[in-house]
Structures are given as C-alpha cells and as structure tokens.
C-alpha cells in the first residue's frame, strides 16, 4: 500500500538534545512538508521541498533543520535551539505543488515529541 | 496571515446539518479543506479553485465565493462519523505557493 509512514510516533528527549524525525513517502510524490501542530490549534508549516536536493523555509523554520536527499525521504531535525519543541509533528506530501494546483496533501501519522 | 473558520465548535444530532466557513483577507487560488480526528493525520475533504473547480469526495460539498475570499462546507445528514476538527488552508496569491491553514473547527456529532 502506498503512503507515508513517520517514525516513532511518540519521542522523548532530553532538553539541549537534537532529535530528528523520520518521514518516508512510497507515493512517488514530488512535494514534501513538514507542520506543526500544538494543542487547539490548526497547522503550522515548518519547511517544504518541491523536488530533491531543495527546500524552503515555513512559517516557523527557526531551531529546526531537514534534507532531501531522495525524493521518498524528508527527515526534520529539531535543534537545540528551537525554544519550545514539544508538540505533534505531521509530515505530508502532494504529487507536487504550484498555485491554483488540484493536488491534495497526504499527511502521515505523526510523531508526537515531548521535550523536557 | 491565517484564515479566521467559524464556528470554532458545534454540536449536532445524528442527521442534522451543519456549516464551516473559512474566510481569508488575501486574494485566494485556492481553497482546501481537511478533517482530522483526535490524534490521528489529517485527511483530504475537498480543493476548491478559483474559477469553479472542485476536487473532492462526492459526499462533501463546498463552495468558494473568489470576490469575498471566502469558503464554506456543507454537512448535511450528519453521521457520528463526522466527528472531529475540520481545518481550511488557503493558498493566497501574494505568497509562494504553501497552504496556511486556520484553527480548525470542532465538531461532534451525538447519536
């Protein structure tokens, strides 16, 4: 089955350590992104990557790192220096991106980090 | 800057209906809408394109007024099943492309 599997879904981390999430996509999709999603609250975009070997910051990039590599993988770092990185990440994909397109998001479970 | 959906809850009785409405300050491309229940990844609904263009399950409907930059879904005959939070993201015309998503809209349906 295709889709987009995130690795673990719960993570527990000392604070000042750098941890990185797993987001793996067999869809064959050109876009990947990366939100985060705090209680109550609606998605915020971290960083997304339109094609291998490219990336942009989101909305909140500060104190968080990714790569793209290989088109299926879209790994997130979240630094030391990010200031409050306890949350539930979501990684998601789309065939590929562009204004107006029709090409919906594919989200994965998620990974939900606790820092303290 | 992030769309404003109201209401921010509701509840309704098995078959009842009910409408979210997204609605942006920034001239919009398109207009996707989401549902996610209680820890779980968010699931596609519907894209609406400026222009009349819709993409979605044929059991939702929605709409998408381009001059008010506004959109609104449609649940009617509502099932326990459409329980959870629906979310809008808005793809603005004065931006890179990326979706900025609203705070979501909570719903719970009761048998």
């Known amino acids: 089955d295709g889709g987009i599997t995130q690795s673990p879904k719960y993570l527990f981390r000392k604070e000042g350590q750098n941890v990185t999430l797993s987001c793996e996509q067999n869809?064959?999709?050109?876009?990947m992104y990366w939100y985060r999603q705090d209680p109550g609250q609606g998605l915020r975009l971290i960083y997304y990557?339109?094609?291998?070997?490219?990336?942009q910051k989101g909305d909140i990039a500060e104190g968080y790192s990714v790569s793209r590599e290989k088109k299926e993988s879209f790994p997130l770092t979240v630094t030391s220096a990010q200031k409050n990185p306890t949350a539930f990440y979501l990684c998601?994909?789309?065939?590929?991106?562009?204004?107006?397109?029709?090409?919906?998001?594919?989200f994965g479970p998620g990974t939900r980090l606790t820092v303290t | 800057q992030q769309p404003v959906q109201s209401p921010q809850a509701v509840i309704l009785r098995e078959g009842e209906d009910a409408v979210i409405n997204c609605s942006s300050s920034?001239?919009?491309?398109?207009v996707h809408w989401y549902r996610q229940k209680h820890g779980e990844a968010p699931v596609f609904l519907m894209i609406?394109?400026?222009?009349?263009e819709q993409k979605g399950h044929e059991k939702i409907s929605a709409s998408f007024n381009e001059k008010k930059q506004q959109s609104s879904l449609y649940l009617t005959a509502s099932q326990l099943s459409y329980s959870g939070t629906y979310f809008c993201?808005?793809?603005?015309?004065?931006?890179?492309?990326?979706?900025?998503f609203g705070s979501g809209t909570r719903l719970l349906v009761r048998p």
């Open positions: 998601a994909s789309s065939i590929r991106q562009g204004h107006g397109s029709s090409y919906e998001q594919y």
């Open positions: 869809l064959n999709h050109d876009a």
């Open positions: 990557s339109q094609i291998v070997n490219d990336f």
């Open positions: 920034k001239a919009l491309y398109s």
């Open positions: 609406l394109l400026k222009g009349g």
């Open positions: 993201g808005t793809d603005a015309k004065d931006s890179s492309y990326k979706l900025i």
